[in-house]
């Protein structure tokens, strides 16, 4: 017996309702970036960076954790400091957080404090001082009022601090050196000695307090009353910007990498092997081991005094990620830095450019049966076997410093888009290549998707289409405005979207005779990249991550989690969305967190639902298994229609001609599990 529903309009498009859940997640490790600040106990050590937070490891430092529970999105963490479980991070908003949890959740603590950026930080027992650009302040204990210390201080922009029993000093950027022994009511100048008084770091190592200057490193033992210097070893353009104590050991870190001297020592010694960036921003030393945080670098670790280094990493460079490519369980990443690979969900990253060349920078991936081509901005394009063993390059035909910007597949054919060169073509994997420009009047392109038998390629001012394999083309941007560079291309469906370099998102239903702007929601107007599939369009923007609902062609944000809201490329794999970003590495979210959709249970065509598209009503058969009920899922997983129902076989008839267009699922649940199904309503 037919049964007929009726599906009235029950829905606006309430897009918050699913991705106000969907949280983004890191697969970077510590993020290789700029490490402004260490702190280390025992083996937990945390480490502040530029933009993304602190990070932390309870193993010291072979895994990273980001732990930035209460902190605000893409905070610096300028300084950090410890006292038992406690552990202070001052950031360049002018705010200082605490967390008690090993980083688990932080708690701001700012009662007071002048909401000027924290550049210097120590603790003693349970004080805190912080070093600011307008002064000192003081805070006595948790929970309360951060007071005012700066009495008798002749310079209120203070660099550093160090503390020694009750003796507290601070460094100044044009005032010298400051002693208070009465916590911080009133401040004395200690400058003799000194003749530059630009202080950039301090450290104590026994009776003996080293400080460090524009002008090379002083050195007292009279609690700063005379100082002497002790720069032999360091040449003049040497600039000391960090100091840590092992023991009797005192390492300075410097743009010209890490410093050591003993006790009591006269001269220098350079100890940096192995570190590949030497300019050194952090410094923090726990028992055996000496931390050196470093400028777009991430961190390194020494236990032999730092006569070699070993990166703490396991993570991505920081870098802007320009191209992905996921096969089975290996992740690669394309960028300035070159090409990496994780086979463990970021844990671990590893270079994979080995037959790169030096400093090469990959625009663009394509898999082909084994085979990974990577396209290199001016500098062709190379391959690799997806299980290793190193890059060539790829074939012939392709001048050596083209500069290849995209990639697109149509069965046997590898096409390689080129700013300034067109298109190339490659039909046996890459072993040879020919120039397919036949009508193409714009060389500069920049994307390329396929549609069926057709190729769509974007430029810097408009788009191009061919049907036949690139023997010739023409141009197909009716409806895009004049000077309209196109930084990305995908096809979902029927249906082509063309993102913008400043204008938004455009989309053809028609193969590209016409295009209509599809802006409705969108938190970005550069639109870096694009992915989709049958289902789902995603687009990575200069406003973070959209996802686009179909109808009304309306865009939802779903940044949640996310620290970097520049996204230049975006990738569909097994059931997740993984989005490289401009700064702060690789993220990831599943498919299924932001639609609310389930996934499937078992075979999907145990159910049919037809016709597909549809205008004004659908069928759903069953196969073999009784269904108990029915969903159906607008694209942002809002459940705009749901009814118990038993039914074995006989088709179910829903009327949708009520709703909005765009594409829509169905939910079946049946006696052995969920099965899904997707339809387009016209």
């Given at each position: 017996?037919?049964?007929?529903?009726?599906?009235?309009?029950?829905?606006?498009?309430?897009?918050?309702?699913?991705?106000?859940?969907?949280?983004?997640?890191?697969?970077?490790?510590?993020?290789?970036?700029?490490?402004?600040?260490?702190?280390?106990?025992?083996?937990?050590?945390?480490?502040?960076?530029?933009?993304?937070?602190?990070?932390?490891?309870?193993?010291?430092?072979?895994?990273?954790?980001?732990?930035?529970?209460?902190?605000?999105?893409?905070?610096?963490?300028?300084?950090?400091?410890?006292?038992?479980?406690?552990?202070?991070?001052?950031?360049?908003?002018?705010?200082?957080?605490?967390?008690?949890?090993?980083?688990?959740?932080?708690?701001?603590?700012?009662?007071?404090?002048?909401?000027?950026?924290?550049?210097?930080?120590?603790?003693?027992?349970?004080?805190?001082?912080?070093?600011?650009?307008?002064?000192?302040?003081?805070?006595?204990?948790?929970?309360?009022?951060?007071?005012?210390?700066?009495?008798?201080?002749?310079?209120?922009?203070?660099?550093?601090?160090?503390?020694?029993?009750?003796?507290?000093?601070?460094?100044?950027?044009?005032?010298?050196?400051?002693?208070?022994?009465?916590?911080?009511?009133?401040?004395?100048?200690?400058?003799?000695?000194?003749?530059?008084?630009?202080?950039?770091?301090?450290?104590?190592?026994?009776?003996?307090?080293?400080?460090?200057?524009?002008?090379?490193?002083?050195?007292?033992?009279?609690?700063?009353?005379?100082?002497?210097?002790?720069?032999?070893?360091?040449?003049?353009?040497?600039?000391?910007s960090v100091m840590a104590v092992s023991d009797?050991?005192?390492?300075?870190?410097?743009?010209?990498?890490?410093?050591?001297?003993?006790?009591?020592?006269?001269?220098?010694?350079?100890?940096?092997?192995?570190?590949?960036?030497?300019?050194?921003?952090?410094?923090?030393?726990?028992?055996?081991?000496?931390?050196?945080?470093?400028?777009?670098?991430?961190?390194?670790?020494?236990?032999?005094?730092?006569?070699?280094?070993?990166?703490?990493?396991?993570?991505?460079?920081?870098?802007?990620?320009?191209?992905?490519?996921?096969?089975?369980?290996?992740?690669?990443?394309?960028?300035?830095?070159?090409?990496?690979?994780?086979?463990?969900?970021?844990?671990?990253?590893?270079?994979?450019?080995?037959?790169?060349?030096?400093?090469?920078?990959?625009?663009?991936?394509?898999?082909?049966?084994?085979?990974?081509?990577?396209?290199?901005?001016?500098?062709?394009?190379?391959?690799?076997?997806?299980?290793?063993?190193?890059?060539?390059?790829?074939?012939?035909?392709?001048?050596?410093?083209?500069?290849?910007?995209?990639?697109?597949?149509?069965?046997?054919?590898?096409?390689?888009?080129?700013?300034?060169?067109?298109?190339?073509?490659?039909?046996?994997?890459?072993?040879?290549?020919?120039?397919?420009?036949?009508?193409?009047?714009?060389?500069?392109?920049?994307?390329?998707?396929?549609?069926?038998?057709?190729?769509?390629?974007?430029?810097?001012?408009?788009?191009?289409?061919?049907?036949?394999?690139?023997?010739?083309?023409?141009?197909?941007?009716?409806?895009?405005?004049?000077?309209?560079?196109?930084?990305?291309?995908?096809?979902?469906?029927?249906?082509?979207?063309?993102?913008?370099?400043?204008?938004?998102?455009?989309?053809?239903?028609?193969?590209?005779?016409?295009?209509?702007?599809?802006?409705?929601?969108?938190?970005?107007?550069?639109?870096?990249?694009?992915?989709?599939?049958?289902?789902?369009?995603?687009?990575?923007?200069?406003?973070?991550?959209?996802?686009?609902?179909?109808?009304?062609?309306?865009?939802?944000?779903?940044?949640?989690?996310?620290?970097?809201?520049?996204?230049?490329?975006?990738?569909?794999?097994?059931?997740?969305?993984?989005?490289?970003?401009?700064?702060?590495?690789?993220?990831?979210?599943?498919?299924?967190?932001?639609?609310?959709?389930?996934?499937?249970?078992?075979?999907?065509?145990?159910?049919?639902?037809?016709?597909?598209?549809?205008?004004?009503?659908?069928?759903?058969?069953?196969?073999?298994?009784?269904?108990?009920?029915?969903?159906?899922?607008?694209?942002?997983?809002?459940?705009?229609?749901?009814?118990?129902?038993?039914?074995?076989?006989?088709?179910?008839?829903?009327?949708?001609?009520?709703?909005?267009s765009g594409v829509y699922f169905v939910e079946?649940?049946?006696?052995?599990?969920?099965?899904?199904?997707?339809?387009?309503?016209?």
């Amino acid at each position: 017996m037919k049964k007929t529903i009726l599906l009235a309009a029950l829905i606006a498009f309430y897009f918050s309702m699913s991705t106000a859940f969907a949280q983004w997640q890191p697969i970077n490790g510590l993020n290789g970036g700029t490490v402004n600040c260490i702190v280390a106990n025992g083996n937990n050590i945390f480490a502040g960076t530029s933009n993304d937070g602190v990070f932390f490891s309870q193993n010291d430092g072979s895994n990273w954790s980001v732990v930035n529970n209460g902190f605000p999105a893409n905070v610096d963490v300028n300084v950090m400091a410890m006292s038992g479980s406690n552990v202070f991070a001052g950031t360049s908003l002018g705010s200082v957080f605490m967390t008690s949890n090993n980083g688990g959740s932080w708690t701001a603590i700012n009662s007071g404090l002048p909401g000027a950026q924290i550049s210097a930080m120590v603790t003693s027992g349970n004080s805190v001082y912080v070093g600011t650009d307008i002064g000192i302040y003081y805070l006595d204990s948790i929970g309360g009022i951060w007071m005012p210390a700066d009495s008798g201080l002749t310079d209120s922009v203070v660099t550093c601090l160090a503390v020694n029993m009750d003796t507290v000093f601070a460094g100044t950027a044009g005032g010298g050196v400051f002693i208070s022994q009465n916590k911080g009511n009133t401040w004395t100048a200690v400058n003799n000695g000194i003749a530059n008084i630009n202080i950039t770091a301090l450290a104590i190592c026994g009776n003996i307090i080293y400080a460090a200057t524009q002008g090379g490193v002083v050195m007292s033992s009279d609690d700063g009353a005379n100082w002497t210097s002790i720069s032999n070893g360091m040449a003049s353009n040497v600039k000391v910007s960090v100091m840590a104590v092992s023991d009797t050991n005192v390492f300075a870190g410097s743009n010209f990498g890490v410093f050591l001297t003993s006790v009591n020592g006269t001269s220098w010694l350079a100890v940096d092997t192995g570190i590949t960036v030497p300019t050194i921003t952090a410094l923090a030393a726990s028992g055996n081991n000496i931390f050196a945080g470093i400028y777009n670098g991430g961190i390194y670790v020494s236990s032999n005094l730092g006569y070699k280094w070993l990166p703490l990493n396991n993570s991505l460079p920081s870098a802007n990620i320009s191209a992905l490519a996921v096969t089975g369980n290996t992740i690669f990443t394309g960028s300035s830095q070159g090409v990496y690979s994780t086979t463990n969900n970021g844990e671990n990253w590893m270079s994979a450019n080995k037959g790169l060349p030096a400093n090469a920078n990959v625009m663009a991936f394509a898999l082909s049966d084994t085979n990974l081509f990577a396209g290199i901005s001016y500098g062709g394009i190379y391959v690799s076997s997806i299980n290793g063993g190193g890059w060539d390059i790829a074939g012939i035909g392709i001048p050596k410093y083209t500069n290849v910007t995209s990639f697109a597949i149509s069965g046997n054919n590898i096409f390689a888009g080129s700013d300034g060169s067109g298109v190339y073509l490659s039909s046996n994997n890459g072993n040879t290549w020919v120039a397919v420009n036949t009508g193409l009047t714009n060389t500069s392109v920049w994307s390329l998707t396929t549609a069926g038998n057709n190729i769509f390629a974007g430029t810097n001012d408009g788009i191009f289409m061919s049907s036949n394999n690139g023997n010739s083309w023409s141009a197909a941007d009716t409806g895009l405005p004049s000077n309209t560079g196109i930084y990305s291309l995908a096809a979902s469906g029927s249906t082509i979207f063309a993102g913008t370099n400043g204008n938004g998102l455009f989309l053809s239903s028609n193969n590209g005779v016409s295009w209509t702007a599809a802006n409705s929601g969108l938190t970005g107007s550069v639109i870096f990249s694009l992915a989709a599939n049958d289902t789902v369009v995603y687009a990575g923007t200069d406003g973070g991550v959209v996802l686009y609902s179909g109808a009304g062609n309306n865009w939802a944000a779903v940044n949640n989690g996310l620290t970097e809201y520049s996204i230049p490329s975006v990738l569909l794999n097994a059931g997740n969305i993984i989005a490289g970003t401009n700064s702060a590495g690789v993220w990831k979210q599943s498919l299924s967190s932001v639609t609310g959709i389930n996934e499937l249970n078992y075979d999907g065509n145990e159910i049919d639902v037809f016709p597909d598209p549809a205008s004004n009503e659908i069928n759903i058969i069953t196969k073999h298994y009784k269904v108990t009920s029915i969903n159906i899922y607008n694209l942002m997983g809002a459940n705009i229609y749901k009814t118990p129902i038993n039914f074995n076989s006989a088709p179910l008839t829903i009327n949708i001609s009520n709703i909005p267009s765009g594409v829509y699922f169905v939910e079946a649940k049946t006696e052995k599990g969920i099965i899904v199904k997707k339809f387009v309503k016209e």
